[in-house]
C-alpha cells in the first residue's frame, strides 16, 4: 500500500514537471535513473523513488522560476553561473521571488528528511546493479529516441517539460565538453515571449536611445562569417560601430549596463544601440546621427 501511495506521488510530480507527453518517456526514464542510483544509497525501493521524486520536483521548480523570469528553462549549464552574479542580482531585484525559493527549498530539505525516516525492505545489491543497467539502458534509449537536447532546445520558450529540459542537457556532451573558441548553437523554434508594449510617457523623445540586448556579440571578432541580415544588424550602413570594454564576464550585464550609463558621455545627439554579451568580455556600439 505505502509503495503504491509512492509511485502515485511519483506520477503527480512527472505530470506537474512536464505538463506535455512529448518528452514524458525521457522524464521517466530519468526519474528511474536517479532512483536507481539513490537506492546504492537508501537500499530499499520507497526512499529511493521518494527522493527521487523530491529532486525532480526541485528541478522543475527551478526551472519554473527562471522561465517566468527570463523566458528560457534551466540547463546544466547555468548552474556554475548561478553565483556568477545572477543569485546575488536576484536576491536583490526580486526579494519575493527569492524567499518563496527559500521556503520551498526548506520544505524539500525537510520532506526528504523525512523520507530517510520511512525504511523499507532491503533490496539486495545484486538487484541493485541490475537494475541501476536497466535504467541507465532505458535513459539512454530514451534520449536518444525523443531527439535528445536538440529537440528540447526547439521548446525552450514554451512552459512544459520543465524536467525532461534539464535531464536533456545534463546528458548532452556538448555541456561537458571544454571548448577553446566559440560554440554556436541554434534554440527554439518559437520566438521568446515578450512583454507588452508600454506607451510613451513623453513626446519629448530622447536624443540618445540606449538598447540592451541580452547575450549578444560579434562573430566576427572570432573570425566567424555571418550572415547578410545578421552583418546588417551588428553593423549597420552608415553608422558608426566599433568595440567597447565591459567590466563583466559570465553575468551580471546589470552592472555594465549602470557602468555604461553613468560614464557615458556624448557631447553630440545620436541613437546609440549597445550590444552586451553575458559570454563575452567585449560588446559592440552602432551610432547613427540624428542631427
Known amino acids: 500500500m505505502t509503495l503504491t501511495l509512492i509511485l502515485a506521488v511519483a506520477v503527480g510530480v512527472i505530470w506537474l514537471a512536464e505538463r506535455s507527453v ?4 525521457l ?3 530519468a526519474l528511474c535513473f536517479s532512483a536507481a542510483v539513490l537506492l546504492f544509497v537508501v537500499a530499499d525501493f520507497g526512499r529511493a523513488i521518494l527522493l527521487s521524486c523530491i529532486l525532480a520536483a526541485a528541478i522543475s521548480g527551478a526551472s519554473r522560476v527562471k522561465y517566468n523570469h527570463s523566458g528560457q528553462k534551466l ?6 553561473l548561478a553565483f556568477a552574479g545572477t543569485v546575488p542580482f536576484f536576491l536583490v531585484q526580486y526579494p519575493l521571488t527569492a524567499i518563496s525559493v527559500l521556503v520551498g527549498s526548506i520544505g524539500l530539505i525537510l520532506a526528504a528528511v523525512a523520507a530517510l525516516y520511512m525504511r523499507g525492505p532491503p533490496v539486495s545489491l545484486e538487484l541493485q546493479i541490475l537494475l541501476f543497467g536497466i535504467a541507465l539502458f532505458s535513459l539512454v534509449a530514451a534520449y536518444k529516441t525523443s531527439g535528445g537536447a536538440v529537440a528540447c532546445q526547439r521548446i525552450a520558450a514554451q512552459r512544459r517539460c520543465f524536467f525532461s529540459t534539464f535531464m536533456a542537457s545534463l546528458l548532452d556532451p556538448l555541456s561537458w565538453r571544454q571548448f577553446g573558441g566559440l560554440a554556436l548553437s541554434d534554440i527554439a523554434n518559437d520566438p521568446l515571449p515578450l512583454m507588452p508594449a508600454v506607451p510613451a510617457r ?4 530622447p536624443d540618445i536611445i540606449i538598447i540592451q540586448h ?6 566576427r571578432a572570432y573570425g566567424l562569417p555571418v550572415e547578410p541580415i545578421v552583418e546588417a544588424f551588428l553593423s549597420p550602413k552608415n553608422c558608426l560601430y566599433g568595440g567597447l570594454n565591459v567590466d563583466i564576464f559570465g553575468g551580471g550585464s546589470w552592472q ?3 557602468s555604461l550609463l553613468t560614464a557615458f558621455r556624448a557631447q553630440v545627439s545620436v541613437q546609440t544601440r549597445i550590444f552586451f554579451s553575458r559570454e563575452a568580455s567585449a560588446a559592440s556600439i552602432t551610432a547613427s546621427p540624428t542631427r
Do not use: N
Request: hydrophobic share 40%; charged share 25%.
Open 22 to 25: 512529448e518528452h514524458l518517456k
Open 27 to 29: 522524464a521517466i526514464a
Open 75 to 80: 540547463i546544466i549549464t547555468d548552474l556554475p
Open 202 to 205: 513623453s513626446l519629448d523623445y
Open 214 to 219: 541580452e547575450s549578444i556579440f560579434d562573430p
Open 256 to 258: 555594465s549596463e549602470f
